[in-house]
């Protein structure tokens, strides 16, 4: 094709017509019975349109790239589109079509590591046997410090049977009284840093926790605030322990944990009076307690800490009890 005959970039690149439902969204939303409000969505990859003249629109597509075969790209055309096919070219009901894809092996692995994250977000979460009666009911504050873990605390500490509330470190109003139970949760920055307005507020509300004698239980910065505040000394570590399980000794006990963090506490010369520190060989505090709190390194609700519900349980039972 010489250079004048060739389409214009407009030509080539613009579309003309509508793709119809193609890498779209449907949503549904209204009103219950009982007045309460659902919602639901679904992309509209896979999905047929089926005009009132019964002719049904099935859009599917593969990617070109240089190596591309011609008839591997139509048949994963084809598999993409399969289930719709089959829906509406037979009555009989529809195989497996993708079991012909399936890698043993591939399947093998992920079960295996299955096996070492929580049950508790792994699985079905109607399992009453997680609730412990001196909990239900019982109330607790979560100091939020800006991160998004606090929401799985707050799940999985509400499937336990207390009732939580939330409040922003941020918060001029918040009040520590009035409840069984205050959370200081996870979150980003140095502790060590009393410049920053944040590690300040922090550090003024767990003094304020530790002198009421409240029950307390903290995670991650949470953790760090608290062992600074007994007098430990909180240093960073290279490289930080993002995404990192690591098996610890918790209390006598051998447990597959999720760590997050770039700070860690040290093991004092002399443990403050009355608390007693889990640590690993090196010297890393990975957990804290005492009759009035209870303090986790690691995150006690994520899905690398394998035990993560009946740890966060047994915490919570020790100090309410």
């Known amino acids: 094709m010489s250079q004048r005959s060739m389409p214009s970039f407009r030509e080539v690149r613009a579309e003309t017509e509508s793709r119809r439902y193609y890498s779209s969204a449907l949503l549904i939303t209204g009103f219950e019975d009982?007045?309460?409000?659902?919602?639901?969505?679904?992309?509209?990859?896979?999905?047929?349109?089926?005009?009132p003249g019964g002719h049904a629109v099935i859009r599917t597509g593969s990617s070109i790239v240089r190596d591309s075969v011609p008839d591997r790209e139509c048949l994963e055309v084809?598999?993409?589109?399969?289930?719709l096919l089959t829906a509406i070219t037979t009555v009989r009901p529809p195989g497996r079509f993708l079991d012909r894809f399936v890698d043993p092996s591939v399947t093998e692995l992920l079960h295996r590591r299955n096996e070492h994250l929580?049950?508790?977000w792994t699985g079905r979460q109607?399992?009453?046997?997680?609730?412990?009666?001196?909990?239900?009911?019982?109330?607790v504050l979560i100091i939020d410090n800006e991160d998004q873990f606090t929401e799985m605390l707050r799940h999985t500490i509400e499937h336990l049977g207390l009732k939580v509330t939330m409040s922003g470190y941020r918060d001029p109003g918040i009040c520590l009284d009035g409840h069984d139970l205050v959370l200081l949760g996870p979150g980003p920055g140095d502790p060590n840093d009393l410049s920053s307005p944040k590690?300040?507020?922090l550090h003024e509300l767990t003094r304020a926790l530790l002198d009421s004698g409240t029950p307390?239980?903290?995670?991650?910065?949470?953790?760090?605030?608290?062992?600074?505040?007994?007098?430990?000394?909180v240093a960073a570590v290279d490289p930080p322990r993002q995404g990192v399980q690591e098996t610890v000794d918790l209390f006598g006990r051998r447990e597959a944990v999720g760590f997050y963090n770039t700070f860690f506490a040290g093991v004092p010369d002399t443990p403050p009076p009355g608390v007693e520190i889990a640590a690993e060989p090196d010297g890393r505090v990975v957990a804290l307690r005492s009759?009035?709190?209870?303090?986790?390194?690691?995150?006690?609700?994520?899905?690398l800490t394998a035990n993560s519900v009946?740890?966060?349980?047994?915490?919570?039972?020790?100090?309410?009890?």
Do not use: N, Y
Not at 34 to 51: C, K, N, P, Y
Not at 291 to 303: D, I, L, P, T
Not at 313 to 320: D, M, N, Q, S
């Open 34 to 51: 009982d007045g309460e409000e659902f919602l639901d969505s679904a992309i509209t990859i896979r999905t047929m349109e089926v005009t």
């Open 78 to 83: 084809r598999a993409k589109a399969e289930g």
């Open 118 to 120: 929580s049950g508790f």
């Open 126 to 139: 109607h399992d009453d046997r997680a609730v412990a009666p001196q909990l239900v009911g019982r109330t």
């Open 199 to 201: 590690m300040a507020r």
């Open 216 to 233: 307390l239980l903290a995670v991650c910065l949470g953790h760090q605030i608290l062992s600074r505040c007994l007098g430990l000394t």
């Open 291 to 303: 009759a009035r709190f209870c303090s986790f390194q690691f995150h006690v609700e994520s899905v």
């Open 310 to 321: 009946a740890i966060l349980r047994e915490a919570l039972v020790g100090l309410l009890r």
